[in-house]
């Protein structure tokens, strides 16, 4: 079976700072993929990054990276020079190569403070 | 482009009722799923479809329906609602792994339906 974990229920951060956010995963495939999903108060649920298992390279999109330590199951994502519209639910998921069947964390609530 | 549509967005039902959730995709996305997101929970899967007329179980099914008569449409079906099946409920689709070589492919999702059983 496949889980994700947040072991972070809440966050803070001050706006322009830098925040972390952690995951650790665990899965028996080679073939998965990995994302952070950003949920705001509207409810809307928003791709924020995506990365694939077999690349060494770490993802990165605009103020957003990730550091994803294979070796150690661990997928965190950074936040740089965060900004009052980053403030939201974060959710680390896990899905297969073969399927699109999502495994979500239980999530972490970012506060950006002004 | 309206992406994924679920309708409606907020509902209140008695105990015993049954209703229809609505989820419609204009991507021509193969696979389409409903989860339910409860607070501290994140989401779980209810229920998914690889395509029309295929749909199978995820893990939390019971007291759920779902068809799938078409590659747009994937209704979730209450059949006696209970107060545990209060929760925010999202569709969500995605392209099937391996058509056009994709995989691990973005999945969009509905605005989410609050759902209150009284």
């Known amino acids: 079976a496949q889980t994700v974990t947040q072991s972070q229920p809440e966050m803070s951060v001050q706006e322009a700072e830098t925040v972390t956010l952690s995951c650790t995963y665990d899965?028996?495939?080679?073939?998965?993929?990995l994302f952070w999903y950003k949920q705001p108060p509207s409810r809307q649920m928003i791709l924020v990054i995506r990365?694939?298992?077999?690349?060494?390279q770490n993802a990165t999109e605009n103020r957003f990276s990730v550091n994803f330590q294979k070796a150690a199951k661990s997928f965190s994502l950074k936040i740089s020079d965060s900004q009052l519209g980053d403030a939201a639910m974060y959710f680390c998921?896990?899905?297969?190569?073969?399927?699109?069947?999502?495994?979500f964390g239980k999530g972490t609530k970012l506060t950006v403070n002004p | 482009n309206a992406g994924v549509t679920q309708t409606p967005k907020f509902q209140v039902l008695k105990t015993g009722q049954s209703m229809t959730l609505q989820c419609a995709q204009d991507m021509n996305h193969e696979y389409m799923s409903w989860y339910r997101q409860d607070p501290g929970m994140g989401l779980r899967l209810i229920h998914y479809s690889v395509g029309a007329g295929i749909t199978d179980q995820g893990e939390v099914p019971n007291g759920y329906n779902v068809s799938r008569s078409t590659t747009e449409d994937f209704p979730l079906r209450l059949l006696s609602a209970a107060p545990s099946q209060t929760s925010v409920y999202f569709c969500?689709?995605?392209?099937?792994?391996?058509?056009?070589?994709?995989?691990?492919?973005?999945?969009?999702f509905g605005q989410g339906t609050r759902l209150t059983v009284v």
């Open positions: 969500a689709s995605s392209y099937r792994p391996g058509t056009g070589g994709r995989r691990g492919t973005e999945a969009f």
């Open positions: 998921t896990l899905t297969q190569g073969g399927s699109e069947k999502l495994v």
């Open positions: 990365q694939e298992a077999y690349k060494q």
């Open positions: 899965t028996s495939e080679s073939d998965y993929y």
